[in-house]
């Protein structure tokens, strides 16, 4: 991104060159007057002169600057200061002609990502110059500040000028000073585009997907099923035979947006995962088959060769946290990740630009698959201190619940061998493993090391946390690291069915009937620990995604709908680099 740094705001740069801020040249200035091509429809005064004595000026004659949010005038300054007027990157291709709008230069048809703005010139003479880089300003259709413009103009003779001002880059900043010469009167107006912000589980869901297969001795169907019973129309599947079988719809993208009063963009992070191979396999082509068009971007960071640890399911977000007296009201970012095996330099780079959204990482590496939904997440809870809970793996409650059950009782999902189950018949053949008991208990310190992380970069506390009952196990291939014996149920996804937050949960599959969930002690558990204020639905991920060293989440993708006024409760966490 660009940003510049002035000493003054009242830099101008015309054709001739650079003039002082106490300087003034005619010929760097571009006048804009009712005899322009292009100019506002509105009053065309014909002359600058008011007739009044500029020495005693009338209230209701003052220099106004017009937002959708609101008003700014001489004694009203607020809604001008930093961030100001809020916009987006114009980095999408609204008349899909291949090439990003802002190259066009206000040329592409049907360009809707501009902040606007009303100057009430009252029919008087006003000065504009624009300082920052990466920012356009047009009249009308003609361009008059910044790239491919001067840093200074003057509105001539017209009663108001609607401007459209147009950012380069996330977070790319100005400031735009309005000047009244007759009046004395000048507003400096900041001028911010809106940061990148990836979504949390407090946030509506609009869609949810997932792809079903039931090819080659692999069945999902019961999990589509489940969805499609509790969302109807708001879940959809993807082709498995498009998209070459890869069902791991969590891992290959994340759904992210930048937003204005007067401009939205919905944004995918394309993860380099690239369907497990090369570009164009698996699941790669799904986000721009689904969603490129106007209004969208799909973007990334940094070169190919991505590991597992750059893969979607090892990129989440909390809900708006408080740290340190820190108000984050749009979460953090998390990712897991330790010493050198961390995700790729330049995506963290990317997301600590965003500012907002201030990363952390814990360490998923003791994991298998290395993904920090494995064993956290967090949900909604309107009873809750902070508005939700963060659920969180537990060996120690996995065990109790497991140490008061019969050990006779049969356990027909995980009697199979190899891709079907875990050898194990009864849970007899849990409890009294003695190896795996000694391993758990050494995950559980992880966990716990891990959970205090968790408690000081969110400021949690005990009752922040629900404890989700868990086991791990050891798997071929992997050498000391661990995926969940039990299906890991904190490996959710939550979304809205009928306005109710509900969380689609891996079905544990503790029962000697598979097929009755109610008889399922585990189950029972879990709907204990939860809120009244969640519903929970328990889906059946076992053959295609658990023995695929996945869960729920990892196979399925949620778009939320993005509600937020970043210009108004997030300038604290933006760096000013522009200043006056």
């Not at 199979?416 to 050898?423: A, I, Q, R, V």
Request: charged fraction near 25%; glycine fraction near 10%.
């Amino acid at each position: 991104m660009r940003h510049s740094h002035f000493g003054c705001w009242m830099l101008l740069v015309g054709a001739a060159g650079a003039v002082g801020c106490d300087e003034k040249s005619e010929d760097d200035t571009a006048r804009i007057e009712p005899t322009d091509p292009n100019p506002l429809t509105g009053t065309d005064t014909g002359t600058s002169d008011t007739g009044r004595d500029s020495a005693e000026p009338e209230p209701d004659d003052a220099l106004v600057i017009e937002l959708t949010v609101g008003s700014i005038s001489p004694g009203n300054t607020d809604l001008a200061e930093f961030p100001g007027l809020a916009g987006v990157p114009n980095v999408d291709d609204d008349d899909e002609n291949g090439q990003a709008d802002w190259e066009q230069a206000g040329s592409a048809v049907g360009d809707n990502d501009y902040a606007l703005a009303t100057v009430l010139t009252h029919g008087r003479d006003i000065q504009l110059s624009l300082s920052g880089t990466g920012l356009r300003i047009y009249h009308g259709e003609a361009l008059i500040l910044g790239d491919g413009a001067g840093a200074e103009a003057v509105l001539s003779g017209i009663d108001e000028a609607g401007l459209r001002v147009e950012f380069e880059d996330f977070l790319d900043q100005g400031i735009l000073a309005v000047n009244d010469p007759e009046r004395g009167e000048t507003i400096a107006l900041a001028l911010t585009a809106s940061p990148l912000f990836f979504n949390h589980h407090l946030q509506s869901s609009e869609e949810v997907m997932a792809m079903r297969v039931a090819e080659f001795g692999y069945n999902n169907t019961p999990m589509m099923d489940g969805y499609r019973d509790a969302l109807g129309d708001a879940f959809f599947t993807l082709r498995s035979g498009r998209y070459d079988y890869d069902v791991w719809v969590q891992d290959e993208f994340e759904f992210a947006y930048a937003t204005a009063p007067d401009a939205h963009l919905d944004i995918i992070f394309d993860t380099h995962r690239d369907g497990q191979g090369w570009p164009g396999e698996g699941l790669d082509d799904f986000p721009e088959d689904q969603y490129e068009g106007p209004d969208w971007l799909i973007t990334n960071w940094g070169p190919r060769n991505a590991t597992s640890l750059d893969y979607g399911g090892n990129f989440e977000v909390s809900p708006p946290v408080t740290v340190d007296g820190v108000d984050y009201p749009y979460g953090r970012v998390y990712y897991g990740g330790y010493g050198s095996y961390t995700p790729m330099r330049a995506t963290q780079n990317a997301v600590e630009g965003m500012q907002v959204q201030e990363p952390f990482m814990p360490d998923s590496t003791w994991l298998c698959v290395g993904h920090i939904d494995e064993f956290t997440t967090t949900i909604p809870d309107s009873s809750a201190p902070k508005g939700f809970r963060l659920v969180f793996a537990d060996t120690h409650s996995a065990w109790e619940l497991l140490d008061g059950l019969d050990p006779s009782m049969a356990i027909p999902r995980y009697s199979g061998g190899m891709w079907e189950g875990h050898n194990m018949d009864t849970i007899s053949d849990m409890v009294s493993d003695a190896a795996l008991r000694a391993l758990n208990d050494e995950v559980q310190e992880i966990l716990d090391e891990q959970k205090e992380v968790f408690v000081r970069e969110l400021g949690l506390s005990e009752e922040d946390i629900i404890y989700m009952p868990s086991l791990f196990e050891e798997v071929a291939g992997c050498g000391s690291a661990v995926a969940a014996l039990i299906p890991g149920m904190a490996n959710l996804i939550v979304a809205d069915v009928e306005g109710t937050p509900t969380a689609f949960i891996p079905d544990p599959f503790l029962r000697s009937d598979v097929n009755d969930q109610d008889s399922d002690p585990m189950i029972a558990r879990v709907r204990e620990l939860f809120p009244d204020s969640i519903g929970t639905v328990f889906l059946d991920d076992w053959s295609v995604y658990h023995m695929g060293l996945g869960e729920v989440h990892c196979g399925t993708n949620v778009k939320r709908r993005a509600a937020n006024a970043w210009w108004e409760d997030s300038g604290h966490l933006i760096s000013q680099e522009v200043t006056r």
